[in-house]
């Protein structure tokens, strides 16, 4: 077998690895999901499990992929062998599989936009209805959607190291500077301030047990943990470096672009008269209108879905590389094999997600809406997936991960990998491992169960 590749450098890794987590999740999915949860007071609970709960994981995904310099499931194997922890690994490859599923689907949406917008067809419309009508269509969101899968077989056929690490070091600090751009624009529209109210204003009798469970479920998503997309990066770091102070940028990034996106958002959502709580369409439709009131809109709107559509491309990447390190290392399919039929496989999946509200419409639920009290919502199968992923999977799959590391592999190896065999001193580590030794089990299998009626 080859060689292992490695990222290069520090920077390279923090990239990396906050190009997986910075994603759609952070600019289409933090700002419904906030909306449709109340705002300010979820904000509050976001932050509190992004650190409490969300770090902890993320150290132990990474303690787990840099110690066995392994794949998700080769990983358990190699720690334990002859047991049936890589189970947790399974559950993994699998969960990519249905995250990878709806979110080439909302990148494919992505690209339309660019599309629509280099074509002069986006600006001056009315974009609910522009948007409503583009993704209850039967073709062209099915084109996109294609589309975007072939420039994910691209990169990671390409070998996502080499190519990843350069350009994710290049494309993060440009979203950012875009995202500022837009929050300026976006907090001096008329009316802005209700906006900003709604995002920082707590008000918690909008807090309940689902509510919580949503908040432990968009930090898993948008931090990429809970089901080896860390491990397998991980396993790329070299042993130098420091996986804390690693862990801690990419949560702190990942954070800060979710909440300059809430900024650039809620404003425009209140300026025009958009329900905070419409959706995955909630950026589709409010976006647009920002850009309609500045001077070179549309260069703006095309620049905009083009890094939306790149930030989606930089975490699929990372969705489809779980797979086909596992089918490489574990299957021994050539990297060339492994791409094409897991690409292939996903896609197909997708399609029953692209396909949600035009041919596949009839197959939904209705079930009790979050936020207007008595209020239903209908899920589509897009909807089932992403709260099977996000809601059911990730979290479990976070739960195995931190017991896997507190109660199996133990403290002293955890702690050793953590510090680098003892070069690097902190009393964090004791606390840390604390923590996922009892804490975050305990507090996740609580949300988990009490957010799915349980309990
Ligand atoms: N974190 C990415 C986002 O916020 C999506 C993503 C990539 C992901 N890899 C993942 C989500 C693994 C869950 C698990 O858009």
């Known amino acids: 077998m080859e060689k292992r590749e490695q990222f290069g450098s520090t920077i390279g890794v923090i990239a990396a690895t906050a190009g997986s987590a910075i994603g759609l999740g952070n600019i289409w999915r933090f700002p419904y999901v906030t909306g449709e949860n109340g705002g300010a007071a979820f904000l509050l609970i976001y932050i509190v499990l992004m650190l409490g709960i969300g770090v902890p994981v993320m150290l132990s995904e990474m303690i787990i992929g840099r110690k066995s310099q392994s794949n998700a499931i080769g990983s358990f194997k190699k720690l334990v062998p002859q047991s049936y922890w890589w189970l947790i690994g399974l559950m993994g490859v699998f969960a990519s599989f249905i995250i990878l599923a709806f979110y080439s689907t909302v990148a494919g949406w992505t690209l339309h936009y660019v599309y629509s917008s280099v074509s002069h067809n986006l600006l001056g419309q009315n974009y609910e209805v522009f948007f409503l009508d583009f993704k209850d269509s ?43 751009i837009l929050c300026l624009r976006s907090v001096t529209l ?15 009798s909008k807090i309940d047990a689902n509510a919580i469970l949503a908040a432990l479920g968009q930090a898993f998503f948008s931090l990429s943990i809970g089901m080896g997309t860390v491990i397998t990066y991980a396993s790329y770091i070299q042993k130098k470096e420091n996986l804390g102070k690693i862990a801690l940028s990419v949560t702190f990034a990942d ?26 369409g909630l950026v589709f439709m409010t976006i647009p209108s920002i850009f309609e009131q500045i001077p ?7 620049i905009f879905f083009l890094l939306l559509a790149i930030a ?4 699929s990447i990372s969705l489809l590389e779980v797979v086909v390190a596992y089918a490489v290392e574990e299957l021994n399919l050539k990297r060339r094999s492994a791409t094409i039929i897991s690409a292939i ?47 059911i999977l990730l979290p479990l799959g976070g739960m195995l991960i931190v017991i896997f590391v507190g109660w199996k592999l133990g403290k002293k190896k955890a702690i050793m990998e953590l510090s680098n065999e003892n070069k690097l ?19 996740i299998a609580f949300v988990f169960l009490k957010g799915i009626n349980v309990i």
């Not at 070179?296 to 095309?302: P, V």
Request: hydrophobic share 60%.
């Open 138 to 180: 039967s073709l062209m969101p099915v084109i996109w959607h294609i589309v975007f899968m072939i420039f994910t077989v691209f990169i990671v056929l390409a070998g996502v190291k080499k190519g990843i690490e350069k350009y994710t070091k290049l494309l993060m600090p440009l979203l950012f500077l875009l995202i500022i």
């Open 190 to 204: 008329p009316g802005a301030s209700k906006g900003l109210e709604f995002l920082f204003r707590p008000d918690f």
């Open 255 to 280: 954070f800060a672009l979710a909440l300059l996106a809430g900024i650039m958002i809620f404003p425009a959502v209140f300026a025009f008269g958009i329900e905070p709580s419409s959706g995955p």
């Open 296 to 302: 070179f809109g549309n260069i703006f709107a095309i």
């Open 312 to 315: 989606a491309l930089t975490s």
């Open 345 to 391: 496989l996903a896609t197909m999946m997708g399609l029953f997600c692209t396909l949600s509200w035009s041919t596949f419409k009839n197959f939904n639920i209705n079930v009790a809406s979050d936020c207007d009290l008595g209020g239903t919502k209908t899920m589509y199968f897009f909807d089932m997936m992403d709260f099977m992923a996000s809601n």
């Open 425 to 443: 001193k902190s009393k964090l580590f004791d606390l840390v491992f604390f923590i996922i030794k009892y804490i975050a089990p305990i507090a």
